[in-house]
């Protein structure tokens, strides 16, 4: 379940897709973003990205014995265990690889949300918690392939947990609560079913992906996947090096997208191309700002500029917008045509 | 070739590296031919090789384990079950009906073999069992049902045995000790890459599915290699394996690309490849003598390569193009592309096994089985109290007692889906500005069921037949594409439109949902159901359609779109036990609020 224990495909190995990478890379720098919604045609690399992504992230540092992985560094965010750690003096803190938790789609309600721990209640008669996925995946990522086809019920869970941040455990005899902030990462191909507007509001950035038609682009996929097939270690050692570099530069920009600056001027860009497709609420144009301003510092800028709102709209804004059935265009010809007409003026 | 040895290939390139291929979608409804293809792949797989059937409708637990509840009870801690999958780690998984394969459990099967691992948590427990698999996928669809598409994306080939002479054999073109020296052979097996190149040109000149396909003929190309006995791909083997994978996916014939000068590049380009293929081919062929074909000729020399490939692209995609089936292009033209990618009439199954899905609503005794699951909580609960009175000591490690009266399942709550049917007139006398406002009603009207998770489905009918347009769906990407092309015209084969309502209803009374017809037209019906024409003939072939509609009991909604209300719409619509609803006027916003309100009546 945890990615290390698996040889995954580097992230600097994938070819094309550079708006998923893009994407992806920004919610790793800032993760307030909220989560990437990956929509796109079979085959074309989705969920090897993602679990790319969770190889390249650098460790964190987390509480010792804490099922929540809470940080050290941020009391206000501590679970009730950790507090009580921290009042008795016992709060000790390691490196711990950023969580990556794949969410299955044949996944049960009870390792969701955590249950009643069995072992303990059938030997020992005692009534203890044993966290689920939510709670590993605090403070990492929570990947849910084929998210459109997650049924309701656990659909429902998400939508509220990826809200409040907080998992509310109200089973069995069991009443508590727990920290499960974590990035969302969902992946999908719209034809076999729509997403939930609910469900889709929750995800920060959309990237829409295709088959490539690029027959070199094409090509290099084959070869470079059939490499790593048939000698994984080899393949890996190959591209340790970009793969490095790349860590470097996600890190660099997380200590620096807290204090990037952002003028005037592109803010009221963003508020001109919001207002320009119509999205509802104010959501639109935070996303909008912090996912330009993550950019800007991936991109070592020194500040936020229009260039970068041009680069990121697309996955900022596509999910937001208004249906509109009798609209041939796509949503993203719309924002094209919005980010033309707001942007270049 | 013929199609036989075709298949014949199949079973044996698969035989030799099933979890690399995939696996193989077998259509066929049950006979001699496909009993026949699956004896002959048994007969090829080593003997070794674990082989296991599994049932279209297995529960998530059957496929990839779960909680082993006796094991558990008697150890007193959790024990996890190993699931299907697992258990056939090397070996074949035979899928029967998997055109009824739900998406849910598709979706599950499919991150298997994309992991060769299961990994999951269920029911309190982590599984992580390594399952590198082939599946055979049998498809028995015979009308709207398909193999799901993602599931098809992952298996090499797609072998189509029905019209086969029942009487002549399968030819078997190989046997169990030339697919046993293959296995062995095929890791050192080498590719050029400008052979990967060629394989991944044809696949994109067809049209023929994703990059994974591409993937899946450059391991077939390595497979045929090793079946041959040689350890470098010759451009042979490409064209085998791209006639194999890429033919049956065919979605559109090549362009004659613009022959450029710049074709003679490509030589220069790819020239390094044989000489990088040189260094890494230290080991000889293992036996050459034995396998003296023609093919051994150009693979001895280094110069050959050189010579033979820039032409390979070329030679795969002609044969390759030479393989599709006739008539498929045809025919995929005509469907505009509904069917490919159709997976959501796979919702069936789920849907019939019910009681599994929606809000959990308490538990209530009984069994678990099949896809209902127990609830483990409840029914230890449930057996607390009589522990002592079934003789359990206390403190004693003997095994906690329970008994089948003790079996708690979860009951759920299911909101019942809505399936809502539109059957639009196209023909010539329905203005073809009425077509329009229809498509939009339509995709108004699905832009707001799909809030509620509600299916939509359309017939059209025009000329001389009704067709489904849309099968159910929830998905706007393939509503909007499919209503983009329709075409109007013709005659009114009303008959013909309210029997495919029947039929489309009756299947989603079957499944357990709620079917609601919408019918838009002027109710001038002159194409009887044979297909003749004549006014008077196609009205009482019309007006007895309806009355077998009304006895399924279906709500229907009769929106009459002729300028003038007409007494023949409002018989039929009687007869129908419909609403009828006379909108000269109606647009697509009207009409959407009038469906919503209908559909808000019958639902729920």
Not at chain 2, 475 to 484: D, G, H, I, P
Request: charged residues 25%.
């Amino acid at each position: 379940m945890q990615s290390g224990t698996r040889t995954v495909f580097p992230f600097s190995a994938i070819v094309g897709q550079e708006e998923m990478k893009l994407a992806l890379i920004c919610a790793a720098v800032d993760p307030s973003i909220g989560g990437v919604l990956v929509f796109g045609d079979r085959g074309t690399g989705k969920s090897t990205a993602i679990r790319a992504l969770a190889a390249l992230l650098p460790p964190m540092r987390a509480v010792v014995g804490c099922s929540y992985a809470c940080d050290p560094a941020e009391p206000d965010a501590w679970c009730v265990e950790c507090r009580e750690r921290a009042a008795l003096g016992t709060l000790k803190e390691r490196s711990i690889p950023v969580p990556v938790v794949d969410m299955p789609l044949g996944v049960t309600e009870d390792r969701v949300v955590g249950a009643l721990d069995l072992e303990r209640a059938l030997s020992q008669g005692v009534k203890a918690f044993e966290p689920g996925l939510l709670a590993r995946a605090n403070r990492g990522f929570l990947y849910i392939d084929e998210v459109n086809l997650l049924e309701d019920h656990l659909v429902d869970l998400l939508i509220d947990v990826a809200a409040s941040g907080e998992n509310l455990v109200e089973r069995e005899g069991l009443s508590l609560r727990h920290p499960a902030r974590f990035v969302l990462i969902g992946s999908g191909n719209p034809e076999e079913g729509e997403l939930r507007p609910q469900l889709l509001d929750r995800f920060g950035l959309s990237v829409e992906i295709k088959t490539p038609d690029r027959l070199d682009e094409r090509v290099e996929v084959v070869k470079r996947r059939d490499e790593f097939e048939r000698g994984k270690a080899e393949f890996v050692a190959k591209w340790k090096k970009p793969d490095a570099a790349l860590r470097r530069r996600i890190v660099a920009a997380r200590k620096r997208v807290g204090s990037m600056a952002t003028p005037d001027a592109v803010l009221e860009s963003a508020a001109r191309l919001c207002m320009q497709l119509g999205t509802d609420g104010l959501r639109a144009e935070l996303t909008l700002i912090r996912a330009a301003r993550a950019l800007a510092s991936f991109d070592q800028a020194e500040a936020v500029a229009v260039a970068h709102l041009r680069r990121i709209a697309a996955p900022a804004l596509r999910h937001r917008l208004r249906r509109d059935p009798l609209d041939e265009s796509g949503s993203s010809a719309r924002i094209d045509r919005a980010v033309h007409e707001a942007l270049e003026a | 070739m013929s199609p036989a040895e075709d298949a014949a290939l199949a079973a044996a390139l698969f035989a030799v590296d099933p979890a690399g291929l995939g696996g193989v979608c077998l259509h066929s409804l049950v006979q001699p031919a496909r009993t026949q293809w699956l004896e002959m792949l048994r007969d090829l797989l080593p003997r070794d090789v674990p082989v296991r059937r599994i049932p279209f409708n297995i529960g998530d637990g059957g496929l990839l384990g779960g909680l082993d509840l006796t094991a558990t009870l008697a150890a007193n801690r959790p024990i996890a079950e190993r699931g299907a999958l697992a258990a056939t780690d090397g070996g074949v998984v035979m899928l029967c009906m998997a055109e009824r394969l739900s998406p849910h459990t598709a979706a599950c099967l499919n991150a298997v073999l994309d992991c060769g691992a299961v990994i999951t948590q269920r029911d309190g427990v982590l599984i992580c069992d390594r399952a590198r698999l082939g599946v055979v996928a049998q498809d028995e669809s015979m009308d709207e049902e398909r193999v799901p598409a993602s599931l098809l994306d992952r298996l090499a080939f797609l072998v189509d045995l029905n019209g086969f002479d029942l009487r002549t054999p399968l030819p078997p073109l190989h046997d169990r000790e030339q697919v046993r020296s293959a296995r062995s052979l095929l890791p050192r097996v080498q590719i050029g890459d400008a052979l990967i190149e060629a394989l991944c040109g044809t696949g994109l000149a067809l049209g023929a599915g994703s990059v994974r396909v591409s993937l899946l003929a450059v391991r077939a190309a390595r497979a045929m290699a090793a079946l041959d006995g040689r350890s470098r791909v010759g451009t042979e083997d490409a064209v085998e394996a791209g006639r194999l994978v890429f033919a049956p996916r065919a979605t559109r014939m090549p362009q004659p690309a613009p022959k450029e000068e710049g074709n003679d590049a490509q030589p220069g380009e790819t020239g390094a490849s044989p000489d990088a293929a040189r260094e890494d081919q230290p080991a000889p062929p293992s036996s050459p003598a034995e396998d003296r074909g023609d093919n051994a000729a150009h693979e001895e020399l280094p110069g050959a390569d050189r010579e033979l490939l820039p032409g390979a692209d070329d030679v795969i995609l002609a044969a390759t193009q030479a393989a599709i089936p006739p008539g498929l292009l045809a025919r995929l033209r005509s469907e505009a592309g509904a069917r490919r990618g159709a997976a959501v009439p796979g919702r069936a199954g789920l849907l019939r096994a019910g009681g599994q899905r929606g809000r959990p609503a308490g538990t209530q005794v009984g069994a678990s089985r099949g896809h209902v699951r127990l609830n483990v909580m409840e029914t230890l609960r449930a057996a607390a109290p009589w522990q002592r009175l079934r003789g359990r000591t206390v403190g004693s490690n003997a095994r906690l007692m329970v008994v089948p009266g003790d079996f708690r399942v979860t009951r759920y709550l299911e909101r019942s889906q809505t399936l809502t049917i539109f059957a639009v007139d196209a023909s010539g006398s329905s203005a073809l500005h009425r077509l329009a406002e229809a498509k939009g009603a339509v995709e108004m009207l699905l832009a707001e069921c799909y809030v509620r998770r509600d299916l939509v489905a359309v017939i059209t009918f025009r000329g001389r037949r009704a067709d489904l347009l849309l099968p159910p769906t929830r998905s706007l990407v393939r509503a909007k594409r499919n209503l983009a092309g329709l075409p109007g015209g013709g005659g009114t084969p009303l008959a013909s439109a309210i029997d495919c309502a029947a039929l489309l209803g009756g299947q989603a009374l079957r499944r357990g949902e709620t079917p609601l017809l919408v019918m838009l037209t002027d109710g001038r019906a002159n194409v009887a159901l044979d297909g003749s024409g004549g006014r008077e003939a196609a009205h009482a072939d019309a007006l007895l359609a309806a009355r077998r509609l009304q006895r399924l009991r279906m709500a229907a909604l009769f929106i009459d779109t002729s300028p003038l209300p007409s007494p023949p719409a409002a018989d039929i619509a009687a007869a129908m036990g419909a609403n009828y609803l006379p909108l000269p006027f109606a647009d697509a916003r009207v009409l959407s609020g009038v469906v919503s309100a209908a559909t808000a009546r019958s639902g729920r």
